[in-house]
C-alpha cells in the first residue's frame, strides 16, 4: 500500500499490513478513540525503509503521540530491537521495552510487538485467543490443521517448489484462524474485515493488554 501524502493527525499509530489498520481501527473505535491515523506501512520488510519516508512527510513535526504495532514472528526481543534501532536511526527516541509508553519524549512513542510482547507469533495468535473455547467452530479449525499436520509435510525453510506441492502452511496460525473464519455463517477472507463485522468481541480479556496500550498512548 502507498504512503500517505501528509500526516493529518497528532496521533500516529504505525501498522505492519491492511489486516492490522483494519483490526486497530475498529479496536480504537471499541475503547472510543478518535483522531488517530493509522499508516499501513505494506509489510515487516517495508517497515526500516519506510520510516525515514514517513517522518519526512508534511506534519510529522505536529505529531505527539506516535504508536508502533509490529508482529514478533520468531522472536519478540529481536523485533522490538529492530524497530527501536530504525527509531534510533531518524533521530526518534526508543522505548526501552515493548507495551510501555516513553512519555518524556517528544512524540510520546510505544512499541507494541504481536501477539502479547513476549510470545512468537502475530496479530493471528492474539485473535485465536480471543475465540472462545467453547466456540465449536475452534475446535473444527484445529481438527482441521491436525489432518493437515498427519498428511502433509513439515518444511523448515522456504519449499522451494510449485504452489501446488503438498506442503503444511508455512504460517500455521494464519491458516488456522483463515480455517476459523471460513466457518462462519458469513465467511470472512480477512481478519481485519472479520473484526470490522464484530467477529470477535473486543471488549474481552484476551485484548486487554492491548487495550491498555492505546488507552495510555493516545488517551
Known sequence: MALPQAI??????????????????????????????????????KFRPSLPTITALSGFRSVVRLGIIRDAETDAAGTLASVQQSLKENGLTAPQHSGVVLANAMPQIGIWIMPDNRRAGCIEDLCWDGISEADPRRGCAEMFMGCLGERLEKKAGPPGCSATAYYFPKQAAKAKLHAYLAGLYEPQRELGRAAQADVWDLRLSAFAGLRNFLIELFQ
Do not use: M
Open 8 to 45: 493529518k493527525q497528532q496521533k500516529l499509530l504505525l501498522a505492519e499490513g491492511k489486516d492490522e489498520l483494519h483490526f486497530l481501527d475498529q479496536l480504537l473505535k471499541t475503547i472510543n478513540i478518535p483522531d488517530v491515523q493509522i499508516i499501513d506501512i505494506g509489510g515487516k520488510d
